[in-house]
């Protein structure tokens, strides 16, 4: 029997949307941010004094294209918000929810203009970034940052939902329908705009606070959001802590070239695309301090899952563990590995959060100042140890040696102690056996029947929704008791999390995007 959303539920389904949009701006960032990476560094005077054949003119010309390239995505980031937020939220018609996530950005900004100009409160060029205005797009503004595209995108995206099948009189039936998401947006957005300047000084004040505190508690700072982010993200909430810090002045403010630049991605890449020293109260939120737990920490757990498997099961396992190691190190995806223990070894994933936020203060404690995403190897190679060794990177290597030494006895004493069914422990191999081969064969382009976990969430019929992030399937779903979690499992997914009685994640690693292509498909 279906049953009512509560309104829980809802502001579930609202977070757990918004926090995967972010993924889409976020993704395009942390690829754009290696371009500027390796551009800056081959183009930055010291490479060159180190290695003058870098300086020929081709190569510079070459690169400096490169830097260029990569400085997109950190221009135009608060528009791509804008624009991805409804694209990824919108159950349908989403290109129409990012065609009017644009107009909706770009008349706010119009409009907070247009109160600025009337009031006299325009600042010239000379004053402008001490008042807190800048241009966006050729529009002289108030500095919101990526919060203004969020603003923009959010609204957009509940006027989508609520005006896309509007049917007017028919003199204006040619607005009627998805012609119509556009006009209201442009409308509310412009009112929308006018009302901006009278709050924005409240909502500041309010964001400013915040960084205040992360920033005033030093080293332990980076240890508590390491915590908050390792908290979240079983409920897959954590992109929205990713964010706040990263992009605005959670993060922190810092003055880069005579600009006043907020959150500390944002800092950190206006530093790298001018040639300056990174900051390390910036770095220190950012990959460096997840190094020392996805190079090194989850490969031990994945060694350690691997070393008390029964000896028969090791091979079984095998490919599974050694997939989970490789996306972890190299990209920094690490549910693959997470949800192999977060349920059936709650202990573990609470020594886990202690030692993700131990990372972080450690590194920063240090003073390592490696910037970007990830926190895998790529981050190391291009943003430590390619600019240079004021960056500190050898650091790494003594921390990480520690922290896989902790996490290999740790993990390996509680699970042989508590007899905890890490994959290669059940007591019945065919389970093993029936996900692993399901995660390795292939059926045409996917190694996923998309088919038999369609059924197992409750067929087409029983979806509301469904989307995904970076590694998990995210739905809606009209009745919880037709969703069977052991024919998932079964089929490949790593876990799947309930958050309420409509809500739930399937876990299924890097290969979700084609998962939810097949599953759409059947749909």
């Not at 950012?286 to 490969?299: A, E, K, N, V």
């Not at 600019?387 to 699970?415: A, N």
């Amino acid at each position: 029997m279906t049953q009512e959303k509560s309104f829980k539920s809802r502001i579930w389904e609202f977070f757990q949307s918004l926090g995967k949009t972010f993924m889409f701006p976020v993704s395009l960032l942390a690829f754009m941010g290696l371009l500027l990476g390796v551009g800056s560094s081959i183009t930055s005077p010291s490479t060159i004094k180190s290695f003058p054949f870098l300086g020929g003119e081709l190569t510079q010309l070459t690169f400096g294209f490169i830097a260029m390239v990569g400085g997109f995505a950190f221009t135009y980031l608060p528009v791509m918000f804008a624009i991805a937020i409804p694209l990824g939220m919108a159950k349908r018609n989403k290109a129409v929810g990012a065609y009017s996530g644009f107009i909706g950005y770009m008349l706010m900004n119009m409009s907070i203009n247009y109160y600025l100009t009337v009031t006299h409160q325009l600042a010239d060029t000379a004053t402008m970034k001490q008042v807190g205005q800048s241009v966006v797009l050729g529009i002289q503004t108030l500095e919101m940052g990526v919060l203004g595209g969020i603003i923009a995108g959010v609204i957009t995206y509940f006027l989508h939902e609520r005006f896309q099948d509007t049917v007017l009189h028919d003199a204006f039936a040619f607005f009627s329908g998805i012609r119509f998401v556009p006009i209201i947006t442009s409308l509310t957005l412009s009112l929308v705009g006018l009302a901006i300047p009278l709050l924005w000084t409240y909502v500041a004040m309010g964001i400013a606070g915040i960084g205040h505190i992360i920033q005033s508690t030093s080293v332990f700072g980076p240890f508590l959001y390491g915590v908050g982010v390792l908290l979240l993200k079983p409920f897959g909430l954590h992109h929205i802590l990713l964010a706040m810090v990263r992009f605005t002045p959670a993060g922190g403010t810092e003055i880069v070239n005579g600009h006043e630049i907020a959150g500390a991605l944002n800092i950190f890449y206006a530093e790298l695309k001018a040639g300056l020293p990174f900051s390390p109260h910036v770095t220190a939120f950012l990959s460096q301090g997840f190094m020392p737990t996805f190079i090194f920490g989850l490969p031990a757990v994945a060694y350690a899952i691997y070393r008390t498997a029964k000896p028969e099961n090791r091979p079984i396992i095998k490919g599974l563990l050694l997939s989970g190691v490789l996306v972890s190190v190299i990209t920094g995806i690490s549910e693959p590995i997470e949800f192999l223990f977060l349920f059936i070894a709650p202990a573990l994933y609470a020594f886990h959060i202690v030692m993700s936020g131990l990372a972080l203060m450690v590194m920063a404690i240090l003073g390592v100042t490696i910037g970007n995403t990830d926190g895998g190897i790529l981050d190391l190679l291009i943003f430590g140890v390619m600019q240079g060794t004021s960056t500190k990177w050898y650091l790494l290597f003594p921390v990480g040696i520690v922290w896989f030494t902790v996490y290999f006895l740790v993990f390996r004493w509680y699970i042989l102690k508590h007899d905890i069914k890490t994959p290669g422990r059940e007591d019945s191999t065919d389970g093993a056996a029936q996900a692993v081969a399901s995660n390795t064969k292939a059926r045409g382009k996917s190694k996923y029947d998309h088919g038999v976990i369609l059924n197992a969430l409750g067929g087409k019929e029983n979806i509301d929704s469904l989307d995904n992030c970076i590694t998990r399937l995210r739905l809606v779903v009209k009745d919880m008791s037709k969703v069977d979690q052991q024919t998932l499992k079964s089929a490949g997914a790593l876990s799947v999390v309930v958050l309420d009685a409509h809500s739930v994640q399937v876990i299924i690693g890097p290969q979700v995007q084609s998962v939810k292509t097949g599953i759409e498909a059947l749909i």
